[in-house]
């Protein structure tokens, strides 16, 4: 097996989930990278951090496919690892009698009882998330980080393919946001703006620099995305010892430039890994191949100046608005806006000027009730190819 160059990716084509085609893509491109002799060392506990957003059926594109999930513990414990699967979802709920419905529903749980091996919801561990400081942090200092990843020998991020609402697209670096305590993801939602807030992902990714990602490309999603976008088939496997390096290829498949992904950006920036094209080995696949258009989330603006935008700004407006007839009163929308904007009356109500335009509300939301709404001169302005 040829040694591959730590910011090689490897794009693998994968037409669907059954079991036999994802485990051949996965091995491929796991083999394509260099396998994983070096990264994973007989009796190290392995960290499988799934995309685990909510409570969803694998059908929906949701969450990391319980397909990809098998062929990589398969392969992890191949190498003599001894994973375990982890996430928090973005709004932790419990069902009746304590139990947390997010692992079950997505059907990781089922895979990993399957195969013999553990798997959380990091908040229904005990002491499950330590205070711990951010080296180098540049927006955040301290996180709540998870205890499953810091005692893991080794972590592996295995995003789902999607756009984002807020961060127009989410990958291996974004997938580590869900490692930390709620309380750090308020806060780093808080930093309001884009740039501030892509940085505190960046913060947070810096603190467990997982060594290596997989991602889920068989079936991506596209538009209102990270929740309630369409499914998209890309019908790819994305591999890399590089995070960084494989966002930058994944986003460009799907129809960005890797520089206007800000936490890839930044991640190149700080030395975390490499978002230069150019600088990247690409096996399998090539991306003019590979490349499918991922129809882009409603607040993705085009580049405006900004003196523009400061008359223009109350024009621009890209907000999140509940759609009453939608609405099953659940409250998970105001349980999960970090700035308390919403109130209950009895349906949901936004204080518009305490929102800070970052669509928790509308990702959580288990309905679709809480949608993103464009003012007219945003609608024309934004761009959905």
């Known amino acids: 097996m040829q040694e591959a160059r730590p910011s090689t990716v490897a794009v693998v ?9 994802v485990r051949r893509a996965v091995s491929a491109a796991l083999e394509d990278i260099g396998g994983l002799v070096g990264i994973i060392r007989p009796g190290d506990k392995v ?3 799934a995309n685990l957003l909510a409570p969803a059926d694998p059908g929906e594109a949701v969450t990391t496919h319980p397909a990809v999930v098998r062929a990589v513990i398969e392969a992890v414990k191949e190498a003599g690892g001894v994973p375990v699967v982890g996430d928090s979802p973005g709004y932790f709920t419990r069902a009746a009698g304590g139990k947390c419905p997010a692992l079950s529903k997505c059907g990781l ?6 195969l013999g091996i553990e798997s959380f919801q990091f908040e229904a561990m005990e002491d499950s998330f330590i205070e711990t400081g951010v080296p180098g942090g540049v927006y955040l200092d301290r996180i709540y980080a998870a205890r499953l990843a810091l005692e893991a020998d080794v972590i592996v991020t295995l995003p789902k393919l999607k756009t984002h609402s807020n961060t127009w697209y989410t990958g291996a670096v974004k997938n580590m946001f869900g490692a930390v305590a709620t309380r750090t993801r308020k806060e780093a939602h808080k930093l309001a703006t884009l740039e501030r807030f892509s940085g505190s992902i960046v913060d947070i990714y810096s603190v467990f620099k997982p060594q290596l990602a997989i991602m889920d490309a068989v079936i991506g999603m596209e538009g209102e995305g990270p929740r309630h976008g369409k499914p998209k088939p890309a019908g790819l496997i994305l591999a890399a010892r590089d995070p960084v390096a494989l966002d930058a290829v994944a986003s ?31 096996v ?3 991306i003019e191949d590979a490349a499918v258009s991922f129809k882009k989330p409603s607040g993705r603006m085009v580049n405006i100046p900004p003196f523009v935008m400061r008359i223009a700004d109350r024009l621009l407006k890209v907000q999140p608005e509940c759609v009453n007839e939608d609405c099953d009163r659940c409250r998970i929308c105001q349980k999960s806006c970090p700035v308390d904007a919403i109130t209950m009356t009895p349906y949901p109500e936004i204080d518009r000027d305490r929102c800070i335009e970052c669509y928790c509300c509308n ?23």
């Open 13 to 21: 084509k994968c037409p669907g989930y059954e079991e036999e085609l």
């Open 47 to 49: 960290l499988l951090k």
């Open 109 to 114: 749980k089922q895979v990993a009882d399957d």
């Open 252 to 282: 460009k498949i799907i129809g960005f430039d890797p520089m206007e992904i800000l936490t890839t950006r930044q991640a190149a920036a700080r030395g975390l890994g490499t978002g230069d094209l150019s600088a990247i080995e690409i």
């Open 284 to 286: 399998g696949e090539r």
């Open 363 to 385: 990702e959580m939301c288990p309905t679709g009730a809480m949608q993103i709404k464009r003012s007219w001169l945003a609608a024309r302005v934004s761009r959905d190819v």
